[in-house]
């Protein structure tokens, strides 16, 4: 029973309509904020309730909360933190998707890594926001959420697969980066070497003098283990190593 009196002091009282007129030119929307930051909440909902067919339901502080009240309360909406204690945004999301009828979820968090974006989609987030986006783009991320459609980067998609595929090529591509422990510099000279560049050719390409390049290359052969560019463009093309399209 404190438990549920927890969630129903958290619950807003239902807003007053800031004109009449304009609301019923538009269906209701209705949304929960899951967040542990309490001004990033306050803020959020005063943002929000500007317009005059959003209605906030109530709040959660942490990911065990949000499953709660959005089960509770069944807004049409839950903006959801990537980051919370106790359980977090993705892990919320995963619970919430065994639901019958799922809330429609917009993730949100100061940064995203690719691979999370991917993630939530896959688990059944309708889209992310990022969490120093202008106003406007959170209303227009959250009226597409609640007209059946996708928010993905700053714009709503009705078919979120490309832009997924999209994504986890680039977080496979960076993930392959970081297991050779290769710079972006260092990876665009590999790219040279494989598409068979002089190192002149390849400097001014990546618009450096002729010497870093030698310098780079050396770098490079420690790491990957190679001694000759012939073998680093042998064990780059192997290792499917993320190179780029050089012309």
Known sequence: MARLKLFRANIWPAMKTKSKFRASRRQQVSFVIAD???MLRDGLRRLLELEPDFKALGEASNGI?????ARQLKPDILLLDLVMPKQNGIEALRE????????????????????????????????VVLLDSVPRLWVKAIR?????????????????????????????????????????????????????????????????????????????????????RLELALFAVNQAMPLKSIA
């Open 144 to 228: 597409a959420v609640a007209a059946g459609e996708y928010w993905v980067g700053e714009e709503s998609v009705s078919n979120p697969v490309p832009y997924m595929h999209t994504l986890k090529q680039a977080s496979d591509d960076e993930a392959r980066r970081k297991k050779f422990r290769l710079t972006p510099r260092q990876l665009d000279i590999v790219s040279g070497v494989v598409a068979g560049y002089s190192n002149k050719e390849i400097a001014e390409y990546v618009k450096i003098s002729e010497d870093r390049v030698k310098h780079h290359l050396s770098n490079i052969f420690g790491k990957l283990g190679v001694s000759t």
């Open 96 to 127: 919430l998707s065994r639901d019958s009828n799922p809330v429609r979820v917009l993730m949100h968090s100061a940064a995203f890594e690719k691979n999370q974006i991917v993630e939530a989609l896959q688990l059944g987030a309708r889209g």
């Open 36 to 38: 542990d930051h309490p």
């Open 65 to 69: 909360e949000a499953v709660t009240l």
